[in-house]
């Protein structure tokens, strides 16, 4: 009995070091970007997962030919593949994101693995594009108590979204349009993923995305990437 006693001991002190180092963080959202002000008319447009060769053209083509600047979180891992498409995407004017160096969750990442996922995309990042990420999305939009301090060691922040068109369940390109159109406001960050992470989906956002960028324009909204978002919360005091 004191054995079994002592192992559940261990399981309950073992789950509560997990619960406070990877679920705790998402209770305090001091320091993430979830949207811009309400005062202003513009929306972000975000893309993670990527760079990927045969689907990331198409969304620049779509981007380029209705005039559209994006911001895109990129993998470091998948971008060391495909360097020229980096570049492209920069000096498209697109700002380029650090989405982690591999895409593994951080409530699996130890604090050293952590700091390597950060630090090493950053880096990674930086080279490529020729101008430091500011910004960074964990995958899943998972946090842990470690990514704080790695995150001022590259001088980066968290922006999460608030309009997700599609996330672990496929959406209909239809449907992925209806929903972004129902729910903008201003300021609104939206996640896609131009990478096939969720099968199908790279192929679903090529579908939706002309009609979703045409439908905020005639709603009266603007584009902007994260960091003109945050120009404008700074002149807004928001």
Not at 112 to 139: I, K, M, N, Y
Request: net charge positive.
């Amino acid at each position: 009995m004191r054995a079994v006693g002592a192992a559940a001991a261990i399981t309950m002190g073992a789950v509560a070091t997990w619960v406070g180092y990877a679920w705790v963080p998402h209770l305090t959202p001091r320091g993430r970007l979830r949207r811009g002000p309400a005062s202003t008319s513009r929306v972000a447009l975000t893309f993670d997962d990527g760079p990927d060769v045969q689907w990331t053209p198409l969304v620049l083509d779509i981007l380029a030919k209705l005039g559209v600047s994006a911001s895109f979180f990129l993998i470091g891992e998948r971008a060391r593949r495909a360097p020229g498409l980096v570049r492209a995407m920069a000096g498209a004017g697109h700002e380029i994101g650090n989405h982690s160096w591999s895409h593994r969750s951080l409530w699996l990442c130890s604090p050293t693995r952590t700091r390597f996922e950060v630090l090493h995309a950053h880096a990674a990042l930086s080279d490529l594009a020729g101008q430091a990420p500011r910004f960074f999305r964990p995958p899943w939009g998972m946090l842990n108590a470690a990514l704080p301090a790695a995150l001022r060691d590259c001088g980066e922040r968290v922006v999460l979204w608030s309009i997700q068109p599609e996330g672990l369940v496929p959406v209909r390109a239809e449907r992925q349009v209806d929903h972004v159109l129902r729910r903008a406001s201003a300021g609104a960050i939206v996640d896609f993923h131009d990478a096939e992470g969720l099968a199908g989906a790279p192929a679903r956002l090529v579908a939706a995305l002309p009609a979703i960028i045409g439908g905020l324009r005639a709603a009266g909204y603007e584009f902007a990437t994260i960091g003109q978002l945050l120009t404008d919360s700074t002149r807004t005091g928001a």
